[in-house]
């Protein structure tokens, strides 16, 4: 039932930035700040919470900054990366996240630009 995902070697590096980015959507990465996730969020940015909520790119920020204020003692796990090139320097990034009593397939759309990495979506599914 599940696909058998791959990621083709050209774009395992790829692969590897956005994974040491993607923990901006719960604060959990080393050095993350205020203003780096601005940097990292593009102004049209949305997201679909894993309750099927849609959030706006300044609420989603508000969130950020509070976790990062508070973070979680628990630990959150990540894992099951893959990427695929959805179209000229776009990409969706998909994992699945493990926190306590929840886990929850993530997905999001990551655009290259000339300053660097930005977000454009992000969506949470809860799995059943």
Do not use: N
Request: charged share 25%; with cysteine; hydrophobic share 40%.
């Amino acid at each position: 039932m599940e696909p058998k995902l791959a990621v083709p070697a050209s774009l395992q590096p790829v692969l590897e930035e956005l994974r040491r980015l993607e923990p901006l959507f719960h604060a959990a990465y080393p050095g993350a700040a205020t203003d780096r996730f601005e940097q990292l969020v593009a102004p049209e940015f949305w997201e679909v919470g894993a309750s099927g909520r849609r959030y706006s790119r300044e609420f989603c920020l508000g969130v950020l900054r509070d976790r990062q204020r508070t973070p979680a003692e628990e630990e959150w796990v990540t894992r099951d990366f893959h990427v695929a090139a959805i179209a000229a320097d776009t990409f969706l990034l998909t994992y699945t996240l493990e926190q306590p009593g929840r886990v929850t397939r993530r997905a999001t759309l990551w655009r290259r630009c000339a300053d660097g990495w930005k977000a454009v979506y992000h969506q949470g599914t809860v799995v059943a």
